[in-house]
């Protein structure tokens, strides 16, 4: 099993503020997730703990120690900080994007081919399958999303598609990678165990 640490540089994140040492054995702590103990992550869970310029390391648990694990990470009573993996940065972000559109887009070809949808269903997420596959910009595919939901309101259930309709309009959202960018794991949290893979490959490996 491989672990990872998600650091800004050398320092702790999400609300930490160790500085780290590669090689070091940390000093051993209460194991309490959230607010006590050393916390790490796995392939799976690292889409949630990432974001842009942040550096993956591996990690480990130390001899010995207690570990426990969460939903989304571990915590362990003491660690050792391995070697960096390489670090996020906008090639990054461009191939987790890519990840995200392949997999929105299979979610849509999926629920088109559902057979209980109406022809009028059917064909307005046609018409989102052809918005999303054409040349226009990021910023005329939000306004041509925005434009299909005000009929949505009126012919699909106001449940999974609309969740669907509001993933692409984030997913052209995060083209600018400023407020709404790739990381938000609210949004995408679903796809995350293929996006952990995804980052782990294409990570800068400049120091």
Known sequence: MKYYKVLDGMNSCHGG??????????????????????HFTDEDNLFHWCSRFYSIYEIRPAAKAQIIKTPTKYVASSVVLGK?????DNHTSAKVRDKIFELLNNSLNRYINKPKLTKKNRALLVKLRTLINSKKSDLEKQDG?????????????????????NNFLYYYRSGNDSYYNVFNTGRFAPYKKSLGKVILQNLSKGK
């Open 17 to 38: 503020v160790h500085v780290w040492q590669q090689g070091v054995k940390t000093p051993a702590k209460v194991v309490k997730p959230c607010e006590s103990g050393w």
């Open 145 to 165: 999303i925005l434009k299909l939901e005000e009929a949505l309101f009126n012919t699909l259930s106001y449940t999974y598609v609309n969740k669907l309709f």
């Open 84 to 88: 960096k993996l390489g670090t996020i």
